[in-house]
């Protein structure tokens, strides 16, 4: 009755749906009890006297009566969720909803800050997300709120801080905004039931990460942040004892894995890139005991070459690993041909190996780069054949100001590992592919413009 739509690498289930004919009959049996009242199209000529639950579904067509029927029963409504773009229904001033638990205004994209000015005075919201391009500021009343335990305003994002109330906010349990958003700094510290965190500006960026290194002591599960990661991982004492994801946004590159980290034993999932990546910050992701989705990005060419061995990485079953070091840094001398190679410091590999006995628990395996910063015979030494459980290799070859000649030269070396793992599916595919130079002669001609503006 219950469908998976969307599953992980690792095998979490993501989304879940459930057949038409089930929920037409989930649908026709709510309106019969009373349960919940959906508007998603079909013709509606009455409502019930007292709505409990409301969901909005409406994608471009009129339900006159709407805010009526919902002003009416607004003392009896608990569950009140949007979804789609909810145009043709004026956006209600929300105000005196005194038995709101749940409130998800996911589809009201033209709500402006005066619908929401009085939403302190909905006191049992458990839950609160808002989606829209005109709100600008919150009132300072959202602290009243004293049973909400998910705040989630990542749809906000003209929304420039939270008020400082915000820490009043007892039992929060989640707490979303957009990257856009600052948090009050002041007070953090108090929302000890804070498990869930995804923000990146503050107002106070070193006391913000004291407040939240002291709130990682209590219930902080996941963590998703920006720049403020390097204060937050400065401090070799820091700890995090109920962490289990970390996140630090994609456009944020640190110097390199802090060594405080090693202290994140219950870690599962790490996304973080990083200029440099060596022998050290190697030895703190493979001594995370818990670690079993890993994504690595390294910015610049990595000095030496890696071996992942057998003494950590125990749990490991996602591993994506994008390389992009600047093409600038190597050499291009002409060959005895008259053509263009790379000729001095060519990259060797891609700075990993797997020797026997590493990642034991490894299923799936993604590797990012660039034909022009890596060797076109980079498998040789990869070691996939020391991945027994590999069940899934991909490459995503970034073709932006590619010579065509490298390009094709990585898929022929991808190729060979065929017959090195011939029991895991391979696919291989080009990025950016629009942006690649037509012929080997442009790419040439556009290597020795370079070299001469420089």
Known sequence: MIQPTDIDHDGTVKYCRVHDMVLDLIISLSDEENFATVLNGRVCNSFPSKIRRLSMQLSGKEHNGTNRAITETKLHLRSLTTFWQVQQVPPLVLVDFHALRVLD??????????????????????????RSGKITELPAEIGKLQHLQTLDLRGCYYLERLPSTVVQLQTLVRLFV????????????????????????????????????????????????GEIAERLFCNPCCTYPCLQVLKIKSDI???????????????????????????????VLMGMPSLAHLQLNIQTEMKEKLAVGSNGFKLLKVFRFKYRSNPSAFKFERTSSGGL??????????????????????????????????ASDFFVDLGVEHLPGL????????????????????????????????????????????????????????????????
């Open 253 to 283: 590159v640190m110097e390199m894995v802090p060594r405080s980290m090693a202290s994140l034993q219950n870690l599962m999932r790490l996304w973080i890139e990083v200029r440099e990546f060596e022998e050290e910050g190697l030895q």
């Open 341 to 374: 190679d790379i000729s001095e410091n060519k990259p060797d590999g891609l700075g990993l190996t797997f020797v026997p006995g590493a990642v034991p628990a490894l299923r799936w395996l993604c590797l990012k780069l660039s034909p022009m910063t890596v």
């Open 178 to 225: 957009s990257g856009y958003t600052q948090l009050p700094a002041s007070g953090f510290r108090s929302l000890q039931a804070l498990g869930e965190l995804r923000f990146s500006e503050t107002d106070d960026p070193v006391r913000f990460a004291e407040e939240v290194n002291e709130l990682g002591k209590c219930n902080l599960r996941y963590l998703r942040t």
């Open 105 to 130: 205004l996911e589809g009201f994209y033209y709500l402006e800050n005066k619908h929401v000015k009085h939403i302190g005075s909905s006191r049992q919201l458990r839950y609160l997300r808002i």
């Open 391 to 454: 069940v899934d290799l991909k490459v995503e070859i970034n073709c932006n100001r590619a010579a065509p000649g490298r390009v094709e030269a990585v898929e022929s070396s991808v190729e060979k590992a065929i017959n090195l793992h011939p029991n895991c599916e391979i696919h291989v595919h080009r990025v950016s592919e629009y942006l690649m130079f037509k012929d080997e002669k442009d790419w040439e001609e556009a290597v020795l413009k370079e070299r001469k503006e420089m």
